[in-house]
């Protein structure tokens, strides 16, 4: 690595200029592409492709027109009931308007013969069910057009628009408001806050270069895959406050660097030169271990997670990009420019080292047992209210009360004798005859919380059948059957997942096989396949992140240190997650209501924060490590490696913190919970851990804290990637005025 380093650094001072224009072409290149990538995307994307929810729901829309999807709430207005003859025309034309709108199918209502279930029980209210054809965009997209043409106050009825397809339409519509007022938020408090930081406008402007660049660059990268695969528009959000955060993350490491050694006297070449053989060997640890952290995400089957894989791994890649070769260049074009537009504090923010954090390492290495325990026992506390977790999908309830959709899901719930739009949905993959369909049928509508069971043969309730009607003559074809089963628990609760493997469990007639689908299988699908692929993804996770620790210290000791200490800081702020969202602390004053915890949010939650957490190990164990690696003991390698690191960490992560807690002014609560979960896990890992816990570690730990047997110091020896000790042998120095124009020529250098 260090010669690919060192033959960057002299490609930087050599082609400075060159290096600078392909980067503007670049960003140009990249800036026209990303710009499409928006129609690209997909909204959607919570379910496993290969589950049997999945495949009904394909055979429901292949054979039978669709499952309902869309839902309009009609409501009498004040003196007026469904009877009416006023109503029932308004009504009956609503119906026959929504069935006439290109890609809607099984429109069903109250009006048609049979429809009474769709009525609530104090006849005021009535419902109309639609299935919208299309992949997800196309669903949204339409349920969007439908809800504009048809909703609203329509005479003598009042129409609201609810159901999967408004659900995301109202999401994705919410998403994209709360992601601008985020960066409205989050880009100017930044920079106000790196300028605070660096005590030059010039030097704060760095960071958001590195930014600027992984985001266009992550957008161009969505635009190629969102015309490939699906790929999920939720991805947005991370590819914008992780391009952000890192480019601030490493914009501080290497400016910090390069300043430094500037002001110890090297000349520019050499000051850059040493800058991309320490902080840049840092930076292209740092993004190894966030993007191994990231590929778990590849491992599970809904392309929601893997979408923040996609772009995850093409942020970070990016940026890492941007920060060892445009910042490079940029450094040698400005040289000691970098420190113009000074502010009045930058001599005391210049300073290399951060004396309070070498302090507190001394501190806590007196007494490390005293000092940790104290810490740990938070961290666990705040932990526990993990043990109490469950887990769902998200649904009306992560919308905020004004949202239509989560109005008619509420009057749905409270008002109608089972929900008909989120019945549990059953097609069966071949023939079936009427007698042995019958017999089916009677068995599910025995179980208990069903409360009808409509089939071509009949509808069935508490194992007593009636005659079928039109409706329930639809559901039958020559080679395949259709069950709508209706339940009485809640969606989504866990009654009602219960429920879904009851019927299950109910044998299918003989010679096929029944296919179980609707909003609560799927839930019960998407939680089992996720769960079935975490054990694999922690295990890759833990094995990539130890692989690479190894080669990046030559130990086996500081690999699992590190993997134990971000475990704890992480389920801490998980175990809050727990506390705020499901159990409902602080729900008055976010405006969210609680609910499970969302499955696919917490597994990305989880990956992105361990990712992060091994980018600041990385940042302080490099500089403790060169600094152990010099002849120093563990002690002063600590305390002095903190004092250098301590406040880049805390800089970096109050920064990245800063665009992630801007997402906690969403109005989608599973968007809440990223941003503060994420933001709170990085700030608890800066302090606590890389503060106290660490020093404490290796404290305990002593000479032991760099050990590994001898057959693994041969590997390392051998395939290890170490500092390599003191920066590259001085070059005679340029002149300044164009130190950064390509007048300083260095050996040419391979990458071997």
Partial sequence: MLS????????????????LLASLVAVLVMGAAGFGAFGALQSGGFEDPDAPSTRAAALIDEKFGGEANLVLLVRADDGERLDSPAVERAGRELAAGLADEPGVTNVVSRWDAGGSALTSRDGT?????????????????????????????????????????????????????????????????????????????????????????????????????????????????????????LGIDYGLLLVGRFRERLAQGDAVPDALRTTVATAGRTIAFSAATVIAALAALLLFPPFFLRSFAYAGIGVVAIAAVGALVVVPALLALLGHRVNSGRLPWAEAVRRPDAPVWGRLATTVMR?????????????????????????????????????????????????FAGDASSAVQIVTTGPVGPGDLGAYATALSRLDGVVRVQASSGVYSGGEAAPPGPAEAALGREDAQRLTVTTEPAPASGAAQDLVRQIREVPAPDGVTALVGGEDAQLVDTKAAIGDRLPAAIAWVAVTTFVLLFLFTGSVVQPLRALVLNTISLTAAIGAMVWIFQDGHLSSVLGFTPMPMDTSMTVLLFCIVFGLSMDYEVFVTSRIKELHDAGEGTEAAVSRGLSRTGRIVTMAAGLLAVSLFAFGTSEISFIQMFGLGSGLAILIDAVAVRGVLVPAAM??????????????????????????????????????????????RGPAATCG
């Fill in 4 to 19: 690919c380093l060192s033959w960057l650094s002299e490609l930087v001072l050599r082609r400075t200029r060159a290096v």
């Fill in 125 to 245: 209210q009535a419902l109309i069910l639609a299935h919208v054809g299309g992949d997800s965009t196309e669903r949204t997209d339409r349920a969007e057009e439908i809800t504009a043409k048809w909703t609203g106050d329509r005479g003598p009825v009042t129409v609201l628009a609810g159901g999967r397809a408004a659900v995301g339409n109202d999401i994705t519509q919410q998403v994209s408001k709360d992601l601008a007022v985020a960066e409205a938020i989050a880009v100017p408090v930044t920079l106000v806050l790196l300028v605070i930081a660096f005590g030059s406008v010039t030097a704060a402007l760095l960071p958001l270069a590195i930014g600027l660049l992984a985001v266009l660059g992550t957008f161009a990268e969505l635009f190629v895959l969102g015309n490939l695969t699906d790929v999920s528009v939720f991805s947005v959000n991370l590819t914008t406050a992780l391009g952000l955060g």
């Fill in 367 to 415: 007494r490390p047992a005293l000092t940790a325990l104290p810490v740990l026992a938070v961290l666990l506390l705040a932990a526990s209210p993990l043990l109490g977790a469950t887990f769902g999908n998200p649904d009306e309830r992560v919308l905020p009360g004004t949202a239509q959709s989560r109005q008619v899901a509420e009057a749905v719930e409270e008002d």
């Fill in 699 to 744: 404290r305990l730990l002593g000479s032991a804290a760099w050990y590994a047997p001898e057959v693994l110091r041969r590997v390392h020896r051998r395939v290890g990637l170490d500092e390599g000790g003191a920066p590259p042998p001085p070059q005679a120095p340029a002149p300044r005025e164009t130190a950064g124009a390509g007048a300083a």
